[in-house]
Structure formats: structure tokens, C-alpha cells
């Protein structure tokens, strides 16, 4: 479409709307004006109301005056537009719809926060309107701002990060739902399911709370994990110190780092200690594969700067052979698992080769490894296959896939790592030089290509 001026553009859009002669690239225009611009919006409410005044008025005065009756002037033509009636009806649902779109998006400047990133299901329910499913990729485009008493779902396989106005961020796992109010006139609750957050520094006299239904928990600015569930709410904080005040008799308890408390409606409140490993880890192969590891030594078509590596091996699993290395289990934990962690890995796979891979976690009350967690990213065999390279993974994007326990828990600290793929070459598979985690505001130095 050529570039026009704000208002020559919409004079166009709005007039070819109205002669029912919108090409289709005006149409996907108007539909993202209609979602992005405020002004257009009001805009657009005022041409309908008056396109549909003067059908109307048009409508009145045929029937009030006969042709034979009305003194004739000669005027410039007017193409006809579509039956009277049927515009009319057209153009009063539209006007509905656009003031139901602006009734929904509210005003932007009581929004709470924004919804910036979310996968799988999500919706938000907004007063007694229908449920709005969000796409990841809208959010690319551009953020959605949240109201006042916003209710978020996420479904099986969900999840959904949401940032508060003071850049507080509050990461919404699977098959949870949290309602958003601003600091000042509710804060925070987690009605059902999980969440993790990291929160801004907050003025001592005006915290930021968090409801669940079994306590309160208010926050000056730290990192931690809330549980809520029908029996029991939990609280687990990962950095600094939250105060827990329980709902039934207003007892309350201080939870610091590394410390989980599970709050019913009347046992005693008591904290416990977990343990908490490193937030940093890496491994190399530069001796030769370490013990309990799978996979196979690769001393040669290795990094310019690199002494040795680990190579893929065929591992028969579910009646396939597949190609897998995998660390051992350890108990104490590989890494700790923050929002903003980082995985790097330098690998390279030979075509047409690939591999997901997994992380294997216990939660703060089970030592076992209970969970699964899996990404996926085609990008890591499409690009650049038989070469060697050097990828920064956000542990954010890493999704649940297994859950032993079938109930939400509190807790993610990996004890294994593996990868997984395939190869129609199982001599080929895939090899790694190097996997190490550090925090996303730490220095991580990229091995050299």
C-alpha cells in the first residue's frame, strides 16, 4: 500500500469501508489500526455513528416524501451504496464491535502491568466478557496491557510471563491462574497452581503482596516460588526474605534464601532448609568423559582451542535405537535454577542429524527426580549442520513435559542433563565440546569459534 499521512490514510480506509470496496491488504490495515491505534479506534466509532445517522436519515426521508413531490436539483452523482437496510445493520454491528474492542483494551494508563510473553494456552478473562486466547506471536508485536482484576489461565503445558509496572517479573506455570491488581489496591493472587517471581526492589511501607488462600505473603524485593492449592499454599524463597502471614490466625514467619514453607489452615508453621547448589556449572572434556557419563571420547575435528569432547552413542529406547549423551544423576543438584539462567553449549551435529534436550529435576520436599523438562528448537540441526557452534539457551524456555507427582509442585534444581536425537548415520550423531550455566547478568565468555 503507498505511504500516506496518518489522516489520509484513514480517510481512505474509512471511505472505502463504508462503498464496500476494501481491497484485501486494506483490510489487514484497518484490522491493525483497529488493534494498535487509539485514536483510530475513536476515529473509526465516530465515521460509523455518522455513515449510520445519515442511512437512517436517508431511510426517513423516502418514506416522508414522494419523488414527485421533492423540488430536483442538479447535484454531482453519488454512487449507490447496498441497500440501506443492510448497510444500516452492517455498520451498527461494527460500531458494536468496535466499542466492545475498546471496552475490552480499557484504558491503558490504569494497567497494572503487561503480559509480555506466553506459550501454550493462555487466556485472560476480563469482568464477564468472553475469554481472550493470547498467541505468542501477538505479543512479538507488541505486549497486551493488563486491567485491574485481570484473571490469568494458563492450560496444560502453559505458561505465561507477566511484568509489573515497577519491572517486577512473574513467571505463570502450567495450569495455573493469577489475578493482577496494581500494588496500591490488591497486589497479587495465585488462586491456583504455581509461580515463580523476581521482584523489585518495594518501598518497606508499601510492599508488594501476593494473596494465596491459605496466607499472605508481602515482599520487598526478592526472588521466590508460591504454591497454591485447595489443602496446602507454599512459599520458597531463592534470594532474600519474604514475610508469610498465615490467613486462619495471623501467625507469621520469615522466609529466607534456601528456605520452603508449606502453610495450611492450622498445623504449625515450620521452615525448611533445602539444599541449594551452585548458580553456576560447567563441565568439559578436555581429560577424556567423565565418570557416569554416556556418550563416547572425541579427540580429533574438534575447535581450533579444544583438547576433546563427547561424542553421541545408539541407545536402544522404546523399540528405537536412538543417539543420546547423558550426565549421571546427581543428588546434591548440577546447578541452581533461576529465571534468568543461561545454558551455553558448543556443539555440532552432522546432518541430517538432531537432538532435543532434557532436564531431569527434584522439587524443595522430594529428593527424587520428579520432573522433566524439554526444549526444543529447530534451529540447533538447521543451522549451519556440520559445523561447529556456540548457543546461549534461556532456562525459561525450557517446558514441563513430565511431572511424577500429577499435582503442581514447588522446586526445579536439576540433577541430570541429557540429549536425545537421531541420526541416519549412527556413526555420525551429534558431539559436544562444552556445556556450562551462568546467571543472565553475569560475564559468560563464548568459547572461540
Given amino acids: 500500500m503507498k505511504a500516506f499521512t496518518q489522516p489520509e490514510e484513514w480517510s481512505i480506509l474509512l471511505n472505502a469501508m463504508a462503498e464496500d470496496a476494501l481491497s484485501g491488504e486494506q483490510e489487514l490495515r484497518l484490522m491493525e489500526l483497529l488493534k494498535a491505534d487509539a485514536e483510530f479506534r475513536t476515529e473509526y466509532v465516530r465515521f460509523c455513528q455518522l455513515l449510520t445517522q445519515l442511512h437512517w436519515q436517508s431511510d426517513v426521508e423516502s418514506e416522508d416524501f414522494s419523488s414527485a413531490e421533492r423540488e430536483v436539483s442538479l447535484v454531482q452523482e453519488v454512487r449507490p451504496l447496498r441497500r440501506w437496510w443492510t448497510v444500516s445493520l452492517a455498520l451498527v454491528l461494527l460500531l458494536a464491535v468496535s466499542i466492545g474492542w475498546f ?66 517479573r512473574i513467571q505463570i506455570r502450567q495450569e495455573s491462574e493469577v489475578i493482577v491488581h496494581p500494588p ?40 521466590f516460588e508460591l504454591l497454591s492449592l485447595p489443602e496446602q499454599s507454599a512459599v520458597a524463597v531463592l534470594e532474600g526474605k519474604v514475610q508469610v502471614t498465615r490467613n486462619t490466625d495471623g501467625s507469621k514467619k520469615l522466609v529466607s534464601t534456601g528456605q520452603f514453607l508449606p502453610v495450611t489452615e492450622s498445623e504449625p508453621l515450620s521452615v525448611v532448609d533445602w539444599p541449594r547448589p551452585a548458580d553456576e556449572w560447567s563441565v568439559d572434556f578436555e581429560r577424556g568423559v567423565p565418570v557416569g557419563w554416556q556418550g563416547r571420547q572425541l579427540d580429533h575435528s574438534l575447535p581450533n582451542d579444544s583438547r576433546g569432547g563427547i561424542k553421541s552413542v545408539s541407545v536402544h529406547e522404546n523399540l528405537q535405537v536412538i ?99 537421531e541420526s541416519e548415520n549412527n556413526d555420525n550423531g551429534f558431539m559436544i565440546d562444552r556445556i556450562w550455566v551462568t546467571r543472565g547478568d553475569s560475564p559468560s565468555p563464548v568459547p572461540s569459534q
Fill in 323 to 421: 543417539q543420546k549423551i547423558q550426565s549421571p544423576l546427581d543428588p546434591s543438584g548440577l546447578f541452581f535454577w533461576h529465571e534468568d539462567s543461561l545454558l551455553h553449549l558448543r556443539f555440532k551435529v552432522q546432518p541430517p542429524g538432531w537432538f532435543h534436550i532434557y532436564l531431569r529435576a527434584r522439587t524443595y520436599e522430594d529428593p527424587r527426580p520428579a520432573l522433566t523438562y524439554c526444549y526444543v528448537d529447530l534451529n540447533l540441526w538447521q543451522t549451519q549442520p556440520g559445523e561447529w557452534r556456540t548457543v546461549s539457551i534461556p532456562l525459561s524456555e525450557f517446558r514441563a513435559q513430565t511431572n511424577r507427582q500429577n499435582k503442581p509442585t514447588l522446586g526445579r534444581i536439576p540433577l541430570q542433563i541429557f540429549f536425545r536425537g
Fill in 184 to 223: 496500591s489496591t490488591g497486589g497479587i493472587r495465585v488462586t491456583s497452581g504455581s509461580i515463580s517471581a523476581k521482584v523489585a526492589p518495594q518501598s518497606p511501607r508499601n510492599p508488594l503482596t501476593f494473596f494465596l488462600p491459605h496466607a499472605e505473603v508481602q515482599v520487598l524485593g526478592t526472588e
Fill in 103 to 168: 471496552t475490552w483494551k480499557g484504558p491503558v494508563e490504569e494497567a497494572p502491568g503487561k503480559l509480555v510473553r506466553v506459550s501454550g494456552r493462555v487466556e485472560i478473562l476480563r469482568n464477564k466478557q468472553a475469554p481472550l486466547w493470547i498467541s505468542p506471536d501477538e505479543l512479538i508485536r507488541q505486549p497486551q496491557p493488563l486491567q485491574p482484576g485481570d484473571r490469568l489461565q494458563t492450560g496444560r503445558g502453559g505458561a505465561a510471563t507477566v511484568q509489573l509496572l515497577d519491572q517486577t
